[in-house]
């Protein structure tokens, strides 16, 4: 009987006693990816809108600013500012102007659009009053905020005189384009050009890159 019990007593220690395994482990990696994105905005829309005086036709120099936030660089981005104003036969014509080191921005009656005809004559940079009815030319004022440049360029794609805007390093970052007070010079006339609003529509385009 004691025989028995000693056994027994034995089996349940080697049953008991641990195995001895090889080490085994696996690893899962989990991952996503996050696109490159952009996002651009208006601020303080509002102060797009001004007042001329009507008999020098000097402006109280209004202002549109645009917001680029991106988490990505100049690298992943087009960054194009463009303007245009319409006119009476059914076109919208670039905005912008350059006379030597100087850029322009044309303004046309919303009620009584200008003419082609009238946008061109400033164009040429030597304008006729009589010949501009109904658009006036302010001389731009560009300011930036965590931007590295904004460089006027002409590119048939965006329809002429377009400004590129460089972000540099920032990822967030301001472009404010204002007109100046002073109109050129024979493009307005207190006669010729008929009261109402004079506006260009600015748009900042922004472009993936492949």
């Not at 034995?10 to 395994?21: I, Y």
């Not at 061109?120 to 965590?146: G, H, L």
């Not at 307005?188 to 600015?202: E, N």
Request: proline residues 4%; contains cysteine.
């Amino acid at each position: 009987m004691l025989k028995i019990l000693k056994y027994l007593f034995l089996a349940l220690l080697t049953l008991a006693s641990p195995k001895a395994f090889g080490l085994a482990e696996f690893q899962h990696t989990i991952q996503t990816v996050v696109p490159s994105a952009v996002d651009v905005s208006s601020i303080n829309a509002s102060a797009a809108s001004g007042t001329i005086n009507p008999e020098t036709g000097n402006s109280s120099a209004p202002y549109a600013t645009f917001q680029i936030q991106s988490n990505g660089n100049d690298d992943k981005y087009d960054y194009i500012l463009t303007a245009k104003v319409n006119t009476s036969d059914s076109r919208n014509l670039n905005a912008y102007s350059q006379n030597g080191s100087i850029t322009y921005l044309l303004l046309g009656n919303v009620a009584n659009l200008p003419t082609s005809s009238a946008i061109n004559d400033i164009k040429t940079n030597s304008p006729t009053t009589i010949n501009n009815k109904n658009v006036i030319a302010y001389p731009i004022i560009n300011t930036f905020t965590n931007l590295s440049s904004a460089t006027l360029t002409d590119n048939a794609a965006y329809g002429g005189l377009c400004y590129v805007i460089k972000t540099g390093s920032s990822q967030k970052g301001t472009i404010k384009q204002a007109i100046g007070a002073s109109p050129m010079n024979n493009t307005y006339s207190s006669i010729v050009d008929t009261f109402g609003i004079y506006q260009a529509v600015l748009t900042l385009s922004v472009n993936r890159k492949p």
